[in-house]
């Protein structure tokens, strides 16, 4: 089992930055894919970013160049450093982790609220 845990959403205006932060119960990020999904009121989650075993990594078309994902693999944490915001960016964000140690597992934390003021 792999707990893990959300902090850093908040309020923000539209042009400003975030941090978002995800805190695993145990060493995994250099062998699960780690991502950050989201799911905005009456919408699907969807993939907001995720990074590989390898580094390599793969965003939405709507957060390139404004949203960078990152891991911290001594310290079980992983990174969205979110800048520019847009009010489309408001949503619940969701830290995600897939194994595929014994078949395909995934893992959710509780999610964390992002609010983007126009």
């Known amino acids: 089992q792999v707990q893990l845990v959300e902090s850093g959403g908040g309020l923000v205006q539209a042009g400003g930055s975030l941090r978002l932060s995800c805190a695993a119960s145990?060493?995994?990020?250099?062998?699960?894919?780690m991502g950050w999904y989201r799911q905005a009121p009456g919408q699907q989650r969807d993939l907001v970013a995720n990074?590989?075993?390898?580094?390599?990594?793969n965003y939405a078309d709507s957060v390139q160049g404004r949203f960078t994902i990152s891991r911290d693999n001594a310290n079980n944490t992983m990174h969205l450093h979110m800048n520019t915001h847009k009010p489309e960016d408001t949503a619940v964000y969701y830290c995600?982790?897939?194994?595929?140690?014994?078949?395909?597992?995934?893992?959710w934390g509780q999610g964390t609220q992002v609010t983007v003021s126009s």
């Open positions: 145990r060493s995994i990020f250099s062998r699960y894919v």
């Open positions: 990074v590989i075993p390898g580094g390599s990594t």
């Open positions: 995600h982790a897939r194994s595929f140690e014994l078949g395909i597992i995934d893992y």
